[in-house]
């Protein structure tokens, strides 16, 4: 992907790796929108980087989906970059009863929202010389673990929609690439310390994104990518009893 000139689209781009990429383009020369939950972190973001800019976006809601597309598409015409990014993490415990609430609102941002956002900003996007849609998946998408499962199989489902895109995009000029980041240290999961500090994250990220390839993987990311196969519940299983003990 080319890493300057471009007017990109970052959903929950206020807070943790979204607002990282954000940063990190925004200072590479891009024009960069944000959207996330929270118009308290968005303003801080923007006012943190002069010339970003920020707009409301509820992605669990098809109307406010549609709405932002076609706010983007007349506000920012130049725009060639969707980045879907926004996604909400909640422990659980999956050998109870289901949470509803928990289960709709996880289900709706992390898979039903990027597909709706794609979806509704595809036709400007195709009309561009040279586009890209971004999906941000997970490692646990391919090493789920107890805690998150309905998380897990929400971004195991994205990828698995990152594939079909990708092929029914490639005779266009909008190129679909896939992120997959192991686990980092931002709020999504309490800053844990034995997980990836962000700055380095962020920066592998670049260094891979500015590439050809149509998956970005940062070093510590690549054996649970690799994992799936016939033996794949041997890593689930080991990864699964050194953090819960199960």
Do not use: C, W
């Not at 972190?41 to 010339?51: H, K, V, Y």
């Not at 240290?185 to 380095?200: F, R």
């Not at 994104?209 to 890593?235: C, F, H």
């Amino acid at each position: 992907m080319k890493l300057a000139g471009n007017t990109i689209f970052i959903t929950g781009g206020g807070s943790g790796i979204g607002r990282g990429l954000a940063e990190a383009l925004h200072k590479l020369g891009n024009k960069v929108i944000i959207s996330g939950r929270s118009k308290e972190r968005l303003e801080e973001t923007i006012q943190a980087f002069p010339g970003m800019s920020a707009v409301e976006l509820n992605i669990q809601d098809p109307a406010s989906v549609n709405s932002v597309a076609q706010q983007l598409i007349k506000e920012y015409p130049d725009l060639n970059v969707l980045f879907n990014n926004a996604g909400i993490y909640t422990p659980e415990d999956p050998s109870g009863l289901v949470d509803e609430d928990l289960l709709v609102q996880t289900v709706t941002t992390n898979l039903l929202g990027p597909i709706r956002m794609a979806s509704a900003l595809q036709g400007h996007l195709k009309s561009k010389e040279e586009a890209y849609i971004i999906n941000t998946t997970s490692i646990l998408g391919f090493v789920p673990v107890v805690q998150g499962a309905i998380y897990s199989a929400t971004k195991a489902a994205l990828h698995s929609y990152t594939l079909t895109q990708r092929y029914i995009l490639k005779d266009t000029s909008v190129k679909v690439l896939g992120i997959a980041p192991p686990l980092v240290q931002t709020q999504m999961i309490n800053y844990d310390p034995n997980a990836m500090p962000l700055a380095a994250f962020i920066e592998e990220t670049m260094n891979v994104l500015g590439t050809d390839t149509d998956e970005v993987l940062v070093e510590s990311a690549k054996m649970y990518r690799n994992n799936p196969g016939p033996n794949e519940s041997i890593l689930v299983k080991q990864g699964n009893g050194m953090l819960f003990g199960q």
